[in-house]
């Protein structure tokens, strides 16, 4: 796997979590990277009425931590649904990603960050089965 999003409510099982797969994995903290450490949330994942175009602002000079960001993105919106527009929209940008797109990224990880207790949840009593398949080529 290459990127990996925790989210819930219990900081410090996250903590707890972060720290045992760091002691097997190799790992860096995306949201340390990102520069949002102690940042405050936001009520929605992305500006109302900002229409984001590809050759709008400066390209980022590496792009790589907007990919990552952008492709854990992808895989959340499989509990987070309320995301999915959102997305949608800033994974249009990842050949050449331009700092306003940097900023809509920013401000769904606030988004996400205020607003643990949404999305779906699945029970260990429930009967429902999630399935789960990866590519590691």
């Known amino acids: 796997m290459d990127d990996l999003i925790i989210t819930g409510t219990d900081h410090e099982l996250i903590t707890k979590l972060q720290t045992e797969l760091h002691a097997i994995f190799h790992m860096k903290d995306l949201i340390k990277l990102a520069?949002?450490?102690?940042t405050t949330s936001v009520d929605t994942s992305m500006e109302v009425n900002v229409k984001y175009r590809k050759d709008e602002g400066d390209l980022l000079p590496d792009p790589t931590l907007y990919r990552r960001l952008v492709g854990s993105f992808i895989y959340l919106t499989t509990t987070r649904p309320d995301i999915s527009y959102v997305v949608h929209q800033v994974s249009q940008f990842?050949?050449?990603?331009?700092?306003?797109?940097?900023?809509?990224?920013?401000?769904?990880?606030?988004?996400?960050?205020?607003?643990?207790?949404r999305g779906l949840f699945f029970p260990k009593a429930s009967s429902l089965q999630l399935m789960a398949y990866s590519d590691v080529d």
């Open 94 to 117: 990842m050949s050449s990603p331009r700092h306003l797109h940097f900023v809509a990224v920013r401000r769904i990880i606030r988004y996400l960050k205020g607003s643990s207790t």
């Open 35 to 38: 520069g949002l450490v102690g």
